[in-house]
């Protein structure tokens, strides 16, 4: 941990190397929370430019070290939900989307289920179930970076996880 502290430090100093390596620490986990808003790989490529442009450009903000990957991963969703008002939520299949969906269309029609599910569920309970199950953070983490009551957390997630079991049985995924 305080090697990452110090890379911080570095970085906040404007050493780009510092800020690269750190950045490069939690790329993997920044494309998957971008992935999961934006639903293709060339949007999630680009949140994640944007994110790296803007981690880059704000370093010096980041109050707390050792929250580093939290305030990446906000300014992640910031700049997915920012790209999906910009283009409207639209969701365009890329020809290894149909080629996969002309070999496997249970796997698709499970996939395209589960995605219909989860858009019953407002941006908030998404979001928050997203950064529990996905991102694993924990409920502290997230009611910071949500700036919510650790209780507003819990019941959101609850709420969300109970509309999703009704939503599954109704979709025959249980």
Request: with cysteine; net charge negative.
């Amino acid at each position: 941990m305080a090697v990452i502290l110090e890379r911080i430090h570095k970085a906040q100093n404007g050493d780009d190397e510092a800020f690269l390596e750190l950045f490069q620490k939690y790329e993997q986990d920044l494309y998957r929370m971008a992935f999961v808003y934006v639903k293709n790989q060339d949007d999630a490529l680009d949140v994640l430019q944007e994110t790296a442009y803007k981690a880059f450009k704000n370093i010096e903000t980041l109050r707390e070290p050792r929250y580093l990957k939290t305030w990446l991963i906000k300014i992640a969703i910031s700049c997915a939900t920012d790209l999906i008002r910009k283009r409207k939520n639209v969701v365009y299949l890329n020809q290894t989307d149909m080629e996969l969906a002309s070999k496997d269309s249970t796997d698709v029609t499970m996939t395209i289920t589960m995605q219909q599910i989860l858009e019953t569920l407002d941006e908030l309970e998404k979001s928050i179930v997203f950064l529990k199950y996905y991102s694993e953070l924990t409920f502290k983490e997230i009611a910071e970076l949500k700036d919510l009551p650790l209780g507003t957390v819990k019941t959101t997630l609850y709420r969300a996880l109970a509309k999703l079991r009704v939503e599954m049985k109704g979709a025959d995924l249980l």
